[in-house]
C-alpha cells in the first residue's frame, strides 16, 4: 500500500485557484445529485459531495493517515515500480522520484523561456494574456486535481504537466507549422519529440549526464505523440506507438488537462482581446449553461467577474465529467497495475461522450471565430515569414550562428550529414522566445540593426 503525503508536493488547487476544484452542480448530464452549499465548488470531489458516483478516494484509515494524506491506487505509478532514469542515480533523500522531475523542471532553463513564448497572443500584444508558462502552470493545477480524486501519482502529473510544452517553438503552433515545413526533407520536427529531446539532450545542468535525466514515466508521459518512424529510434519509450499501447494513468490526465486548460483560457484570452464576444459564445452548449447559472445567482454582475465566474465553472464541469467517466472505466477494466493499464485497447481516462461533444464544440468555436481572427491569421503570417527567414539563413551558413551552435551544429553535420547541420539549427530555434526570434530576425536582415 503506498501512502503519499501532499505536504512537499506544492500548493493544493484550492490554493492556486479554485476554478478546476469539481463540483457535483456544475457536472454534466451524469445523474449527479446537486451540492447544497455553493461554497462545494471550492473543494474536490470526495464520496461526500457525489453519493451517488463511484468513489474515487476511499475513506482513509483516521489512525493511520493525516487528513491531507491518501492511499495511491494500484494501478498507480509509485518509486518502486518506475522503470528507472536513463542514467543510475542514488534516490533522493527527502523526495520522491517523481518530486525530483518535477524539481528539475522547474529549475530548467526551457521551462523559464516559456514565460516569454506564445499561446495564442504574441507576448508584446498585452502583459494578461496566457504565455506557454502560465498555460502549463494552469494545466498542472487541473491535472493534479484530477490526480488526487482518482488515487493518482500527484507528483509524476505535475511533472509531466509542466514539461509537456518545453520544446515548443516561438510562436506557438504557426512556429510549430513553419519549423515543420523547413525540416521535413531533414526528418521534419514534432513539438512533443522535441520537449523529449530537451529533456533528454539539451539542457545542459548537470555534470554527470547530458538533460535532465527523468524517469521512464516522466519522459513516457511528455511524449503523447510521435510518428512510427521516430518511434523506432526511441527504444523502450517509442514501443507503445508502435504496439499500440497506453501510457500510465498520470499521462493519460496531463494530457486531458492541456485540452482542458487550453480550451478555457483561450476564451478568457479572446474575450479580453475583442475578438470574441460573450454574445457569441452564447450558442456554445458548454458556455451558455454555466452562463445563465451565474446571471440568474448574480444579477448585475461586471463582465470581468462575470466572464470568470463562467469559466471557472466550465472548467469545474467538464474536469468532473473527466474525473466521473475515467472512474467508471476504471471499474469496468479493473487494472491491477500500471502496466494493466499499459495494455488496454485505449486510454482509459476520457470524458463521457456527452462531456466530449461540448469539449468539441467549444474547440470548433475557438477554431473558427478566434484561431481564424484576421488579426491572428496577420501575426501567424508574420511568425511564420520569421521562422522561414530565420531557418534558411542560418541553414545556408551556420557562420550566422552564435559560437557555440556553430560549433554544435558543424558536428552534427561531420556524424549525420546535411540532416545533423538542419536538426541543430531546429533546436536552436525551437529554444527561442518570441522576443528573442523577432529580435535575431531584426539583427540577421535589417541593415540599420545591430548585429
Given at each position: 500500500m503506498n501512502e503519499?503525503?501532499?505536504?512537499?508536493?506544492?500548493?493544493?488547487?484550492?490554493?492556486?485557484?479554485?476554478?478546476?476544484?469539481?463540483?457535483?452542480?456544475?457536472?454534466?448530464?451524469?445523474?449527479v445529485p446537486s451540492a447544497e452549499s455553493p461554497a462545494s465548488a471550492e473543494s474536490r470531489v470526495s464520496a461526500q459531495?457525489?453519493?451517488?458516483?463511484?468513489s474515487p478516494r476511499p475513506p482513509l484509515d483516521p489512525a493511520a493517515a493525516a487528513p491531507d494524506t491518501y492511499v495511491l491506487a494500484p494501478y498507480a505509478a509509485t518509486?518502486?515500480?518506475?522503470?528507472?532514469?536513463?542514467?543510475?542515480?542514488?534516490?533522493?533523500?527527502?523526495r520522491t522520484e517523481f518530486q525530483r522531475d518535477r524539481d528539475r523542471i522547474i529549475h530548467a532553463n526551457a521551462f523559464r523561456r516559456l514565460v516569454y513564448k506564445t499561446q495564442v497572443f504574441v507576448n508584446h500584444e498585452g502583459d494578461l494574456y496566457r504565455t506557454r508558462v502560465t498555460h502549463s502552470i494552469e494545466v498542472a493545477q487541473i491535472a493534479r486535481s484530477a490526480a488526487v480524486a482518482l488515487r493518482l501519482n500527484e507528483s509524476l502529473t505535475e511533472a509531466i504537466s509542466l514539461a509537456h510544452d518545453l520544446g515548443h517553438t516561438?510562436?506557438?503552433?504557426?512556429?510549430?507549422?513553419?519549423?515543420?515545413?523547413?525540416m521535413k526533407p531533414y526528418g521534419g520536427f514534432e513539438h512533443n519529440l522535441q520537449s523529449l529531446r530537451v529533456v533528454d539532450e539539451l539542457e545542459e545542468r548537470y555534470a554527470e549526464f547530458p538533460g535532465l535525466n527523468l524517469t521512464f514515466e516522466c519522459r513516457e508521459g511528455i511524449l503523447?505523440?510521435?510518428?512510427?518512424?521516430?518511434?523506432?529510434?526511441?527504444?523502450?519509450?517509442?514501443?507503445?506507438?508502435?504496439?499500440?499501447?497506453?501510457?500510465?494513468?498520470?499521462?493519460?490526465?496531463?494530457?486531458l488537462a492541456?485540452?482542458?486548460?487550453?480550451?478555457?483560457?483561450?476564451?478568457?484570452?479572446?474575450?479580453?482581446?475583442?475578438?470574441?464576444?460573450?454574445?457569441?459564445?452564447?450558442?456554445?452548449?458548454?458556455?451558455?449553461?454555466?452562463?445563465?447559472t451565474v446571471v440568474s445567482k448574480y444579477p448585475g454582475l461586471g463582465e470581468r467577474r462575470l466572464v470568470h465566474e463562467v469559466i471557472r465553472r466550465m472548467i469545474n464541469f467538464i474536469l468532473t465529467d473527466l474525473i466521473l467517466t475515467t472512474q467508471s472505466n476504471i471499474d469496468a477494466a479493473q487494472p491491477r497495475s500500471i502496466e494493466d493499464v499499459r495494455l488496454q485497447p485505449k486510454p482509459l481516462a476520457a470524458l463521457s461522450v456527452a462531456g466530449r461533444e461540448e469539449h468539441t464544440e467549444l474547440m470548433t468555436f475557438l477554431r473558427d471565430r478566434l484561431y481564424r481572427h484576421y488579426k491572428v491569421v496577420r501575426m501567424t503570417s508574420k511568425a511564420r515569414r520569421v521562422l522561414r527567414?530565420?531557418?534558411?539563413?542560418?541553414f545556408n551558413d551556420v557562420n550566422l550562428l552564435p559560437t557555440?551552435?556553430?560549433?554544435?551544429?558543424?558536428?552534427?553535420?561531420?556524424?549525420?550529414?546535411?540532416?545533423?547541420?538542419?536538426?541543430?539549427?531546429?533546436?536552436?530555434?525551437?529554444?527561442?522566445?518570441?522576443?528573442?526570434?523577432?529580435?535575431?530576425?531584426?539583427?540577421?536582415l535589417d541593415p540599420t540593426e545591430r548585429s
Open positions: 503519499i503525503s501532499r505536504g512537499h508536493g506544492g500548493p493544493s488547487s484550492a490554493e492556486v485557484d479554485d476554478a478546476s476544484a469539481p463540483d457535483a452542480r456544475d457536472a454534466p448530464p451524469l445523474t459531495s457525489l453519493p451517488s458516483a463511484p518509486d518502486a515500480q518506475s522503470r528507472g532514469r536513463r542514467h543510475p542515480e542514488p534516490p533522493p533523500a527527502f516561438p510562436f506557438g503552433h504557426a512556429g510549430q507549422d513553419a519549423l515543420n515545413e523547413c503523447k505523440h510521435c510518428s512510427v518512424r521516430n518511434a523506432r529510434n526511441l527504444g523502450e519509450l517509442g514501443e507503445r506507438f508502435l504496439l499500440r499501447r497506453q501510457p500510465g494513468l498520470e499521462a493519460q490526465i496531463a494530457n492541456d485540452e482542458i486548460a487550453y480550451n478555457n483560457h483561450d476564451v478568457d484570452d479572446g474575450i479580453r482581446a475583442g475578438m470574441i464576444e460573450v454574445g457569441e459564445l452564447l450558442d456554445v452548449r458548454l458556455f451558455r449553461r454555466q452562463y445563465d527567414e530565420l531557418f534558411d539563413a542560418f557555440e551552435y556553430r560549433t554544435l551544429a558543424q558536428a552534427a553535420e561531420k556524424a549525420r550529414g546535411v540532416d545533423g547541420r538542419a536538426r541543430a539549427v531546429a533546436d536552436y530555434i525551437a529554444g527561442m522566445t518570441d522576443r528573442f526570434a523577432i529580435g535575431e530576425h531584426a539583427r540577421l
